[in-house]
Nanobody
Framework: QAQLAESGGGSVQAGGTLRLSCELS????????MGWFRQAPGKEREGVAS??????VSYEESVKGRFAIRKEAKNIVYLQMNSLKPEDTAMYYC?????????????????WGQGTQVTVSS
């Protein structure tokens, strides 16, 4: 079992920056793949970035060069979001799993946080 807690959302103007944090609480020593997902109103949830236990990363095409995911220690992951655009407005969720392989496929993920809202105004 694992629990996730996100923080760091907020409201910014276009071009601004935000950093989201996600802390994984678990009693196991397993390596986890951790990912960030987002869901805008009226749209399906989509993968944004993922990082494997060996720090291999993946990004959704629209955020490449603007967002960066990194891991601090075994169980804290950050999503640095630069050059934010209004279309980045969404609820952002942190997720994790301990299976083999790490990608933006959300069906892989077993544990989800409650989400943190990011709003970017033009």
């Amino acid at each position: 079992q694992a629990q996730l807690a996100e923080s760091g959302g907020g409201s910014v103007q276009a071009g601004g920056t935000l950093r989201l944090s996600c802390e994984l609480s678990t009693h196991t020593s397993s390596g986890y793949c951790m990912g960030w997902f987002r869901q805008a109103p009226g749209k399906e949830r989509e993968g944004v970035a993922s990082i494997d236990h060996d720090s291999t990363v993946s990004y959704e095409e629209s955020v490449k060069g603007r967002f960066a995911i990194r891991k601090e220690a075994k169980n804290i992951v950050y999503l640095q979001m630069n050059s934010l655009k209004p279309e980045d407005t969404a609820m952002y969720y942190c997720a994790a799993h301990a299976h083999w392989g790490c990608s933006l496929g959300q069906d892989q993920y077993d544990y989800w946080g409650q989400g943190t809202q990011v709003t970017v105004s033009s």
